[in-house]
């Protein structure tokens, strides 16, 4: 199965963005894609946090969710809307969620980013407390490949890539992780926090992220990868917009699987 990780560097006008993910997504279904993988905020990068709440939505309802469903059918692919601001019941208050969409349009799976980002270095200041609120539990979805095999595709965001108790519970064949992380964070600890999830999980990790300067000044790491359940880094791309398509074998993963049986061994 084909994957993408399909990597952006989002502004300020939210339709600007969905056109440029509209572009990318079309050449990761050229490509052959099954799946694609938006990175986080993908619709907005706001010049001020509180700008996001200004194209929140609700459930089953806005322009972003329309665009990914109508993506996702048109395409015939699978498609992750990396994370979009969704409403809660404090206006002051958004959840930051990840929405994947069947080839069909239908969306299939719902998650709240659970962890939230907190980082002062310097001039950077990022406290995500500020106009989010948090989910609350893991989520995972089944997909179907054409080739007939089935993958558990388990779903995160940016800095639940840190905990990796979260990944554990999640049981996943495949590890999604949309990310916008910064410039610093990301040059520290990106590539190594991706491939430790993929080997202690024995799974395949496809890490969209936001790369290189935004409106606002803010500067992301990029660096969008796939990685095989070995660790090892299949593809990937440094700064701008691109896609970084990978392929996904239930063989490779059945093969580490049994010559190392390491998620058998665990006593937790």
């Not at 609700?58 to 015939?76: M, N």
Request: glycine content about 10%.
């Amino acid at each position: 199965m084909k994957v993408a990780a399909i990597q952006m560097v989002s502004g300020v006008q939210l339709q600007d963005n969905l056109d440029m993910a509209g572009q990318l997504l079309g050449q990761a279904a050229a490509q052959g894609a099954e799946l694609a993988v938006l990175p986080e905020y993908f619709c907005i990068m706001g010049l001020k946090d509180t700008d996001k709440l200004q194209v929140q939505e609700t459930a089953g309802q806005g322009l972003i969710q329309d665009f990914l469903s109508h993506s996702a059918r048109e395409l015939g692919m699978w498609i992750v809307g990396g994370t979009l601001p969704m409403a809660t019941t404090d206006p002051r208050r958004a959840r930051n969620c990840s929405l994947a969409y069947a080839p069909s349009g239908e969306c299939v799976a719902r998650y709240d980013k659970i962890h939230l980002f907190r980082f002062a270095h310097g001039k950077e200041d990022y406290d995500e407390t500020r106009v989010l609120e948090p989910g609350t539990a893991p989520v995972r979805f089944e997909l179907a490949s054409r080739d007939g095999h089935a993958y558990t595709i388990g779903m995160s965001v940016c800095y639940d890539l840190r905990f990796p108790e979260l990944y554990r519970a999640l049981k996943a064949d495949v590890l999604l992780v949309p990310s916008a992380f910064t410039y610093t964070t990301g040059q520290a600890h990106w590539e190594v926090l991706l491939r430790a999830r993929a080997i202690e999980n024995q799974a395949y990790v496809v890490a969209a992220a936001q790369g290189g300067t935004h409106d606002n000044g803010r500067q992301t790491w990029g660096h969008s990868m796939v990685v095989d359940p070995w660790g090892q880094v299949l593809a990937q791309h440094a700064e701008g917009a691109a896609v970084v398509m990978a392929e996904v074998l239930r063989a490779g993963l059945e093969g580490v699987r049994s010559r190392l049986p390491a998620l058998r061994h665990g006593v937790l």
